[in-house]
């Protein structure tokens, strides 16, 4: 077994492990050096490190890694896993305490660089049981962003209510969103989410990611489980409805432990699903919400910077393809994406017609881009910039 696939399948047999309590887990990978080396240990190094009855050390063995690489081997296209030990892991979520020892994940692109994208990753989030005014303002907040010239990664629970209206939004807005699961990775729950999760999963730069192996069932202590790694991936969450107690003020609260931004939609003093709102915002823990170009400022993505924004992925493009086209084909590239980005869902025969080229050369172009992650092309050959 390589190091590589070994230190992956130590961090995942550690996770299984160790789910609820990733803080002990964690403290035994930094006391061994690496997830590895904790399955290296000898007894008696085991017991010292963990106390000669602790629950744990005899699930510490050869029979946790052997079922980790069996995971690992009966994993399909665009699923994967990836351990706390891994250059490419998150280092916002790895800074926090009980960060998990490692994600499973479905996406269409490299996990890498879904979790390390140099945009902000925003978590929005808040009551089942969203009300119309909470709808549109879910809608709102996550057009804004994807508005501004630093859109970010739009993460949520895929639940009922504030979490699939942000999932959708975002994804219709042609802006990156991960799904934090509750379940294993080969589930979906809600089952009626089950189409979103496939177009999540399907979209260059989007993911569903969880830390639970497979075959997991949705069970209530799972979704507080959960909610750790919404806040811990996130600058910053965003509460847009909640009753007093709940899932979206859980993962508020975890926010605010871990340093990170929190604001909240304020309602009305009568209505149960903005008590949880309203009183973040009046015991200091949550900033109040008044204005989406206002929030947007204070979350560092202002009207100033959409400009900016744009002129920046239009030279990484550049410079991407530049050196490998010649400047006529570089510049037809360029165009592309200007009215792709200008008329959104645009067919490649239509964008062909637009920029008065051949059907060939324009789909040679759009394929290009899709490869280097710059677009997305659907099934009926719509494009949709997904990277700005």
């Keep these: ?178 799904g934090v699961m509750a379940t294993g990775i080969d589930a979906v729950y809600p089952w009626h989410h089950w189409n979103d999760a496939e177009r999540i999963a399907s979209t260059p730069g989007c993911a569903l990611i969880t830390d639970f192996p497979p075959k997991t069932q949705p069970v209530k202590v799972n979704f507080l489980r959960r909610n750790r790694i919404i806040a811990g991936l996130s600058k910053a969450t965003i509460l847009v409805e909640s009753r007093s107690k709940g899932g979206g003020m859980v993962t508020a609260d975890l926010a605010f432990s871990y340093g990170r931004e929190v604001y909240a939609l304020p309602g009305r003093i009568d209505d149960l699903k903005s008590q949880g709102c309203n009183h973040l915002i009046s015991v200091k823990v949550a900033e109040a919400i008044s204005d989406e170009n206002l929030l947007l400022e204070s979350l560092g993505m202002g009207k100033g910077s959409r400009r900016k924004g744009f002129d920046n992925f239009m030279e990484r493009i550049r410079e991407t393809f530049e050196g490998r086209l010649g400047p006529e084909s570089t510049g037809l590239v360029l165009r592309a994406v200007s009215e792709i980005r200008r008329a959104r869902s645009i067919s490649i025969e239509e964008l062909s017609r637009v920029l008065d080229v051949g059907y060939r050369e324009c789909s040679t172009a759009c394929s290009m881009l899709e490869s280097e992650g710059f677009i997305s092309i659907d099934l009926l050959q719509r494009c949709t910039v997904v990277r700005i």
Aim: glycine share 14%; charged share 20%.
């Design 1 to 178: 077994m390589e190091n590589e696939e070994k230190e992956k399948a130590a961090c995942m047999a550690l996770g299984n492990i160790f789910g609820f309590e990733p803080g002990a887990g964690l403290g035994l990978v930094e006391a061994a050096g690496s997830a590895s080396a904790v399955f290296d240990l000898p007894k008696d190094g085991l017991h010292e490190l963990l106390g000669p009855y602790n629950k744990y050390s005899g699930a510490i063995g050869g029979a946790a890694m052997e079922e980790a690489m069996e995971i690992i081997g009966s994993f399909g296209k665009g699923y994967g896993y990836i351990g706390c030990t891994d250059p490419h892991f998150p280092e916002i979520l790895r800074d926090c305490p009980d960060c998990p020892l490692g994600l499973y994940y479905r996406s269409a692109t490299d996990i890498g660089k879904v979790l390390n994208r140099p945009n902000d990753y925003i978590s929005v989030v808040g009551t089942r049981d969203l009300s119309p005014y909470g709808e549109e303002w879910t809608r709102r907040i996550v057009g804004a962003m994807a508005g501004s010239g630093s859109a970010p990664t739009i993460v949520s629970g895929l639940a009922y209510g504030v979490d699939i209206t942000a999932h959708r939004t975002a994804l219709d807005k042609g802006i990156p969103t991960i």
